[in-house]
């Protein structure tokens, strides 16, 4: 079974620029879910869609954004970038469901995103 | 809110040898899950181990096994005869069952090293 796949894998732009990174689930899985990675801030969460619908959100600015599509397949928006955008942002998926223990999250090998 | 706190930033041990990540978390869920994760420089989240606040045994998977303290609030990362390719960042996280709160909440991560 093909893992969590992430495109592109890095990304150069510039400030006030806007961005799509994109996410494929393992086949099966319907919730995806969005990380983002700092060195200062660690592993933050940004939100998490199931069956097409933003089911939980982190606390980031506006300016994050995503959505899924009835294949699972989800992409995440930043628009207006800012320097502290420049991360790596990672996509989860899983089953969706509500066993914790079934549920656990394969992630992918995330998006390198560099702000100029 | 869900807190892990990990407060050893790095570790070093050499090959073969036992080695011990700590991991201490604050949650107010009555049921929740927690896992250990670790991200080699490619950057990719590899899942390692799960525990449930309500197993009664401790959580082993292969040479990786969880030393469950849960009146303490510690899931301690026990890894057996380290190997260089487990020199990485490990991290902790913590998830609970509710919709509303299965994003996983990470700890600031261990950056360990294996010594030949």
């Known amino acids: 079974k093909a893992g969590v796949t992430q495109t592109p894998r890095y990304l150069i732009k510039t400030r006030g620029q806007q961005v799509t990174l994109s996410c494929s689930p393992i086949?099966?899985?319907?919730?995806v879910s969005w990380y983002q990675q700092t060195p200062g801030q660690g592993l933050q969460f940004l939100f998490e869609?199931?069956?097409?619908?933003?089911?939980n959100k982190g606390n980031f600015p506006g300016r994050f954004s995503g959505r899924q599509f009835s294949n699972s397949r989800s992409e995440m928006n930043v628009s207006t970038l800012e320097l502290g955008d420049s991360a790596l942002y990672l996509c989860?998926?899983?089953?969706?469901?509500?066993?914790?223990?079934?549920?656990?999250?394969?992630f992918g090998p995330g998006t390198r995103l560099t702000v100029l | 809110a869900q807190k892990i706190t990990q407060t050893q930033p790095g570790m070093f041990v050499q090959e073969k040898e036992a080695v011990t990540l700590d991991c201490t978390y604050d949650t107010s869920d009555q049921s929740y899950g927690l896992f250990w994760y670790k991200q080699p420089s490619s950057g990719e989240m590899i899942f390692l181990i799960y525990?449930?606040?309500?197993?009664?045994q401790n959580a082993t998977e292969g040479r990786y096994s969880l030393n469950f303290q849960k009146a303490r609030k510690s899931a301690n990362l026990v890894i057996s005869a380290s190997q260089l390719g487990d020199s990485a960042m490990y991290f902790c996280a913590i998830r609970g069952v509710d919709t509303g709160r299965r994003a996983l909440t990470f700890g600031s991560g261990t950056r360990l090293q294996v010594q030949p």
């Open positions: 086949s099966g899985h319907r919730s």
């Open positions: 869609y199931f069956s097409e619908t933003q089911r």
């Open positions: 525990q449930g606040s309500y197993d009664e």
């Open positions: 989860a998926s899983s089953l969706g469901g509500g066993v914790v223990r079934y549920n656990e999250q394969f």
